[in-house]
């Protein structure tokens, strides 16, 4: 069974500091990972799409990256600002679930000014 | 281009009485998928609709049921409501299952509240 796990759980960080988010899931034959972002009561919000085969991807202040192998990805965010301030979600597309995403449960991030 | 949409954002309801949440897929996808976000508990994959067919579900009880119509838009049906149904309901689209390599979409959920 698929399951995704994020860490940290939550995030306090001074603006203007580099950070990473961590994600690994247990089964490693999925088709694309995704990271999303999500506001209070909201909802998600597409950042980045990985597909297996790919090792990153950039957006911006953002960069994702793949270890298919080992089952990890990692968001790296550059520069944080106060409105990056929300929680980030991890979903990863396998066969489990008939290509559902599979979630982890978060991040919650909180930048200070 | 219209994003997936979701109706009603908010919904109020009693114990016991039947809830139905709506969602419009990005227009080209067929496949659906809703997922229930209660306080705390994580986003959980509650059904799967592509081309008019259930084609999975999570771990769910029956009273959690719904449909997709011809122009692939799709309702989420909540019998015999319980306060711990309360949460956010989110519905997301993309390319069905020929293309599973594709991004995903979501709307902005409806807030069901039980009271």
């Known amino acids: 069974k698929q399951e995704v796990t994020q860490i940290p759980a939550a995030l306090s960080v001074p603006e203007g500091e580099n950070l990473v988010l961590n994600c690994s899931f247990t089964?490693?034959?999925?088709?694309?990972l995704q990271w999303f972002r999500q506001d209070p009561g909201k909802g998600l919000t597409s950042l980045l799409l990985?597909?297996?085969?790919?090792r990153e991807q950039t957006s911006g202040r953002l960069n994702a990256s793949l270890d298919k192998s080992s089952g990890r990805s990692t968001l790296y965010i550059a520069a944080s600002q106060p409105g990056d301030s929300a929680t980030y979600l991890c979903?990863?597309?396998?066969?489990?679930?008939?290509?559902?995403?599979?979630f982890g449960k978060g991040t919650t991030l909180s930048v200070s000014s | 281009e219209a994003g997936v949409t979701q109706s009603p954002t908010h919904l109020i309801k009693t114990r016991g009485q039947q809830a139905t949440l709506r969602c419009s897929p990005i227009?080209?996808?067929?496949?659906v998928y809703w997922y229930q976000q209660a306080l705390g508990l994580g986003l959980q994959f509650l059904l799967w609709?592509?081309?008019?067919?259930?084609?999975n579900r999570g771990n769910f009880p029956p009273r959690f049921s719904g449909r997709q119509f011809p122009n692939y838009s799709s309702e989420l049906n909540v019998n015999a409501l319980e306060l711990e149904d309360s949460a956010l309901y989110l519905c997301?689209?993309?390319?069905?299952?020929?293309?599973?390599?594709?991004?995903?979409?979501f709307g902005q959920g409806t807030r069901l509240t039980v009271v």
């Open positions: 227009s080209g996808h067929t496949s």
């Open positions: 997301a689209s993309s390319f069905g299952p020929s293309r599973p390599n594709t991004e995903a979409f």
């Open positions: 089964d490693s034959a999925i088709y694309n």
């Open positions: 609709y592509d081309e008019g067919e259930e084609r």
């Open positions: 990985i597909q297996s085969s790919q």
């Open positions: 979903a990863v597309r396998s066969d489990q679930a008939g290509t559902a995403l599979i």
